[in-house]
């Protein structure tokens, strides 16, 4: 879309040059308690793509919330060209509710592309397809890890596109992992809207953590500074290192139900046989280590004092298997 052009969201026209927030109507309480989703919009007069930083499409991953409104707070999102549209909550009745459900109980990120007549939430993700994603060049949507998993700060893509991986080279965060597109998912749909959608993954769920939010904000700094929309005024921070490519991966699984003591190793480098962590008993019958299988780094740590028996608990790359729990 040309920056010259009105954009129109929502019924709601900005302009070229003009800032304007647009309160969408998501649904109604059963109290008839309006709920609405705060879209900022911020136009450039000069011509340039449209850009989209999106979290909170699951209400309890807090921490894609405070990068996207550390955005707005920083001013990082008023474009040297172009525009920069942020939706720091989509899914705000999960947020109000510290939970991951949409008012109607279905996963909004397995609800895309929608229908018009379908469930709440199926109604809501046509409605973001239609009414801001045809708009949209390029996007990134910020995720937590769910149910007490630690995602070390990451960006997921799809392998053999080149124009993603540039983008997610730009972007340079501590990990960089191939994962396909799941059926339902915001960033499926997008995909096949030609939208240029990176998935950020960093943190747990139900958390604020500053490095996960530094590493974000930085990223998208050099994501725009990469897209030369970055205001004069922002400093891109380069990286201390390049990021990691992980092709392959998988999920070591609890062997025993009881309570996990981790040693604290994601995001780092470990060597095959490393304890990462202990289960023990609450009797103190058995203590038993949870070794890494390979050597690799770790992606995910699961920080749930208790697990049960066949629980995911620590994400290893490795050059076998893949990176689905």
Not at 30 to 38: A, G, R, S, Y
Not at 106 to 127: E, I, Q, T, V, W
Not at 152 to 165: D, E, F, G, Y
Request: with cysteine.
């Amino acid at each position: 879309m040309k920056s010259t052009q009105p954009l129109k969201i929502f019924g709601e026209i900005v302009l070229p040059g003009e800032n304007k927030t647009i309160n969408v109507e998501m649904a109604r309480l059963h109290t008839t308690t309006k709920l609405n989703i705060p879209i900022i919009v911020r136009r450039s007069k000069l011509d340039g793509p449209v850009v989209l930083f999106t979290a909170g499409i699951h209400g309890d991953e807090i921490n894609g919330v405070e990068i996207v409104r550390q955005l707005i707070h920083k001013k990082i999102n008023r474009p040297k060209k172009g525009t920069i549209i942020c939706i720091p909550i989509i899914n705000i009745y999960g947020f109000v509710n510290k939970s991951r459900e949409f008012p109607d109980g279905r996963d909004l990120n397995r609800s895309f592309p929608g229908s018009k007549k379908g469930s709440l939430a199926s109604r809501f993700a046509y409605h973001i397809l239609t009414e801001i994603m045809l708009n949209v060049d390029f996007a990134i949507d910020f995720h937590a890890g769910g149910a007490s998993r630690f995602n070390a700060p990451q960006i997921r893509l799809t392998q053999n596109n080149p124009v993603l991986k540039k983008l997610a080279d730009a972007f340079n965060a501590p990990f960089t992992l191939y994962s396909k597109n799941i059926i339902g998912s915001f960033r499926n749909s997008s995909e096949k809207l030609k939208v240029k959608m990176l998935l950020f993954e960093g943190g747990k769920s139900l958390d604020i953590n500053d490095d996960v939010a530094r590493e974000g904000i930085n990223g998208v700094k050099r994501f725009l500074d990469h897209l030369q929309m970055l205001d004069l005024k922002q400093i891109p921070e380069n990286a201390v290192a390049s990021t990691i490519y992980i092709e392959k991966s998988s999920w070591l699984r609890a062997k025993c139900s009881g309570m996990l003591n981790d040693n604290n190793s994601v995001g780092k480098y470990v060597t095959k046989g490393t304890v990462l962590g202990i289960i023990t008993d609450p009797f103190g019958k058995f203590e038993r280590k949870i070794k890494a299988p390979n050597d690799g780094y770790v992606i995910n740590a699961n920080h749930s004092p208790i697990v049960y028996e066949g629980d995911a608990i620590y994400h290893l790359s490795n050059t076998f298997g893949d990176g689905d729990e």
